[in-house]
């Protein structure tokens, strides 16, 4: 049987969280872990072993692809679910202020009615 390697770029706070958090949940739902952040789903499976097997496997998959600045600040929780969540909580605010800092600096942006457009 042939393996398939993905990788995904760790996740260093200077990337893209939307990006890393779509890549991520994709290789986990490759894995067949992507139950592991959703509560319901996770406690519909009545296996203990499996279950456990499930939350372990997607905690390390999301702890390996994180940069060490990152991951110092998340390190302590010991389940996907409470990583994604902590993620979320921390990372979704910065990059949609960085976002709304973006845009309204794109909407701001005026040219200088002295200068000729073909000197710039």
Known sequence: MARTKFK???FTSANDFD???IKMKALLGYQ???KALENEALNSID???KKIEIESKAHDTILLSLG??????VF????ALGL???FSSIYMNKSLA???YLKNKLYTLRMDESNELRNI
Do not use: F, I, T
């Open 98 to 100: 960085n976002k709304l």
């Open 47 to 49: 296996d203990k072993k």
């Open 32 to 34: 067949g872990v992507s």
């Open 19 to 21: 990006l890393w958090r």
């Open 68 to 73: 060490a600045e990152v991951l110092r600040e």
């Open 8 to 10: 995904v770029d760790k």
């Open 84 to 86: 994604w969540s902590k």
């Open 76 to 79: 302590d929780e010991g389940k």
